[in-house]
């Protein structure tokens, strides 16, 4: 298992965050106000929730391994990569 999220940084967490509990910095189509062209706007300010390996830290750990955690959260992505017809070489392996 690598030591980070492996996050190939396609974005479709970004155009879909209305599907994402507590985040509401979204627009009438769901994607986060803060993407503009070349990535997010406050990356080195960006919610917690928005970090994977840090929300682990805060929010999982005591209820799930990483390795699961990293899991669910490659399943999400390819999902949400799916359904935004988002190329393939961006899926997410754990
Ligand atoms: S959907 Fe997954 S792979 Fe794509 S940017 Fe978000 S966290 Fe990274």
Request: some cysteine; overall charge negative; aromatic content about 12%.
């Amino acid at each position: 298992m690598t030591s980070q999220f492996p996050c190939t940084k396609c974005g479709a967490c970004c155009m879909s965050i209305d599907e994402i509990d507590f985040l509401e910095h979204y627009n009438e189509n769901g994607v986060c106000i803060n993407l503009i062209e070349g990535g997010c706007s406050i990356y080195t300010e960006r919610p917690l929730l928005c970090r994977i390996d840090e929300s682990y830290e805060a929010f999982f750990s005591s209820y799930m391994s990483k390795e699961n955690f990293y899991l669910i959260n490659a399943k999400a992505c390819n999902e949400l990569q799916e359904k935004l017809q988002i190329n393939k070489k961006y899926r997410v392996w754990v």
